[in-house]
Every structure is written in C-alpha cells, then in structure tokens.
C-alpha cells in the first residue's frame, strides 16, 4: 500500500512542476529550431517550429496584423530570455490581430514559438539587417523583476533587540532603503 501511495505522491510531484509557461508548451520531443540555425542558414530552418525570446525593441500595428522586433537572447530552462551583455541578433515576430504597444513596451521580456519564416530584409537605423521571422503560435509576456535594493543592518545582534540595548543610544552609518530604492547611509537624529 505504502509503495502506490509513494508512487501516487511522485507523479503528483512531476506534474506540478511544469517548467514552461502552458502558451509555449509543444508536443513533446518536437526539435525546436535554434535562433543561430535560422540566422546563419535561414533556407534549413524554413517552416520548422521554434522557440526565442528576447526584449522587445519595437511593435509596429498595421492592418494585417502585428509585427513585434525582439532582441534575440538565449531562454533558460523555463523559457525566460536569460538577459545579459550578449545578443545573436534580432528577429520579428508576426502575430495576428492588434497588440497594445503600452502594454507590450519596448524593454519587456518576451518569449514566442510558431514557425520560422522566410527572412526579411529591414533596416536597424541605417544598417541594414535580414531579419530572422516567426508566424507566432503563442507568446508570452514576462513580468518585470522587481530590483530593489535590500536592507542591511550591520549592528551586532545583541543590540537589535531593545530590551539588550544599553540605556545609551550609539548612532552609526547604517545603509537603509528609501522610498525612492537608492540606499543612503542613515541620519544622526
């Protein structure tokens, strides 16, 4: 008996761990094509599925849908655009029907799949770039990390607790958040 419970108890345990959002699930053991493979060698990669993210540089609504421009960053393992100093690229990705450029801005995380497209030829500025493109079968739209600064209290821990407190109050520099997230060393009162 003990051993179906166990069993009943690690199936529960798998299947709630679902590492990607349920909008970029695909059929299990799909070969998802890599944004490098579409970029170097765009005629392979032609109508096979794909899975990329990135941060949104622009969204452009026009009557036959939307075209949104990603900077291309690698997904870690739950598909979120792992952000650094380092990018392959961009890509456009076409959605159907009509997107809110306020709620998707420029400076989101992103992560799409659907099926890599033809290039297409745009411009960055004046460079000229051939963009990567994806027919978007699902998105999804990450939520901001909050990166606010954390308190510290450098004060022994005898002395944080008032009823160990000398009857002397001693007045250092303790950094402190403030409202505004920027730390500053506290006041002398």
């Not at 990607?20 to 990669?45: C, H, I, K, M, R």
């Not at 990135?54 to 036959?64: F, H, P, Q, W």
């Not at 994806?134 to 600064?149: A, C, M, N, Q, R």
């Amino acid at each position: 008996m003990l051993k179906y419970w166990l069993t009943a108890l690690g199936a529960l345990t798998l299947s709630a761990c679902s590492t990607v959002p349920d909008e970029l699930a695909v059929a299990e053991g799909t070969n998802l094509t890599p944004y490098t493979v579409a970029l170097e060698s765009p005629e392979q990669a032609q109508n096979k599925p794909a899975r990329w993210g990135g941060v949104i540089a622009e969204v452009r609504n026009t009557d036959s849908g939307t075209i949104v421009e990603v900077v291309n960053y690698d997904l870690n393992s739950y598909g979120r655009p792992a952000v650094s100093d380092n990018s392959d690229g961009r890509f456009r990705a076409k959605l159907d029907g009509f997107v809110d450029p306020m709620v998707y801005k420029k400076g989101r995380s992103i992560t799409f799949t659907g099926i890599v497209q033809a290039p297409e030829e745009g411009k960055i500025d004046e460079f000229r770039y051939l963009f990567p493109t994806l027919d978007v079968t699902g998105k999804y739209l990450w939520k901001e990390i909050d990166k606010s600064p954390m308190e510290v209290d450098y004060s022994s821990l005898w002395y944080r607790h008032h009823w160990y407190s000398p009857p002397y109050r001693v007045y250092y520099p303790v950094p402190v958040r403030t409202n505004g997230g920027n730390q500053d060393d506290n006041k002398n009162n």
